[in-house]
């Protein structure tokens, strides 16, 4: 197959690799019905792998949570990730690791213990989750009705696909006028929102919720940032009357960084733009992401070998 075929992305799944539009999973699977699926996104960057390591990590504990334990090794996972992008050629992508249940063999109890579970795997065009645009004017956040699903129900750090939760609050957001929802738990205590986790600024102390959300890799690279910049962080719970009357706030997420907002529930901060903490925050992480902090480069030549 022609390289160029993948040029929109290239795919893995259960053992054969093929442009991203082929890739689908069977309707009968598990995973689809009862989004019995866990899943991992780490980015490329101009060329590297951002905390490769890391995102591995996070995806062999989501499995052992799931209790999955597909053919591939560690090595092979590896290998998959980079000639997914390789093959792709994209210099910045977004790259989605997932592990599916499959279905039940015929005779074979309706029971997840019974069914294999395979690895899918892709590359795709770079996604900003605030576009520069929104990046640049800061994101409009909401606190919606819609409680995050609790920790004791479905383990929110073993990243998952139960997203009736956060898309039943992004609705709330649309008719709120907002960009983005974030969801409290039932203790009125802020969790994460769609695809970020969140970070709330007052007097000059930088905190982000204990529980009820992922163990973000964009969070952890935040963490490590205060404490390079000498910034006072506390790992807390955070009730949402905190977050509305907060100085800044700003989401994060492997597609898009840090990514400031400049409103909460209709209230401006900052007089309406990103604030100045969070933007020093922002702005040494892309620095040191130019630096190659935590960086794997691709290897690209792996998409010749096999093609
Ligand atoms: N919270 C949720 C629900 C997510 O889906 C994500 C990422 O997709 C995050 C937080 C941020 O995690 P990370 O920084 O590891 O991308």
Not at 122 to 137: D, K, Q, S, V
Not at 229 to 249: C, F
């Amino acid at each position: 197959m022609p390289l160029d075929a993948y040029a929109a992305g290239a795919a893995y799944v259960d053992g054969r690799y093929m442009p991203v539009a082929e890739a689908a999973i069977p309707v009968t699977h598990f995973g689809w019905r009862r989004s019995d699926v866990t899943y991992d996104v780490v980015g490329v960057w101009e060329g590297s792998f951002f905390r490769l390591d890391d995102h591995l990590t996070r995806f062999a504990a989501s499995r052992a949570k799931l209790r999955m334990t597909p053919d591939e090794s560690e090595a092979d996972l590896r290998a998959i990730l980079n000639r997914v992008v390789a093959l792709s050629g994209l210099r910045s992508a977004y790259v989605s690791m997932e592990c599916v249940r499959g279905a039940p063999a015929p005779g074979q109890p309706r029971h997840p213990a019974f069914v294999r579970p395979y690895v899918v795997a892709f590359a795709i065009p770079w996604i900003w989750l605030a576009p520069p645009e929104m990046m640049a004017r800061g994101m409009h956040l909401m606190t919606s009705q819609t409680l995050r699903i609790p920790p004791e129900s479905v383990e929110p750090r073993a990243k998952n696909f139960h997203w009736g939760d956060m898309t039943r609050a992004q609705f709330e957001a649309l008719e709120a006028e907002a960009d983005y929802a974030i969801l409290p738990d039932r203790e009125g205590n802020v969790t994460e929102g769609p695809g970020f986790n969140v970070f709330s600024i007052t007097g000059g102390v930088v905190s982000t919720p204990i529980r009820g959300g992922l163990d973000g890799i964009t969070r952890q690279s935040v963490m490590e940032l205060c404490e390079e910049l000498g910034l006072p962080l506390e790992v807390r719970a955070i009730p949402v009357a905190e977050l509305q009357a907060a100085d800044e706030i700003f989401a994060c997420t492997t597609a898009g960084g840090i990514m400031p907002a400049s409103r909460i529930d209709g209230r401006r901060m900052n007089n309406d733009r990103p604030g100045p903490i969070s933007m020093r925050l922002h702005d040494r992480f892309w620095e040191k992401r130019a630096e190659g902090w935590r960086a794997t480069p691709v290897d690209y030549a792996a998409a010749t070998e096999m093609a």
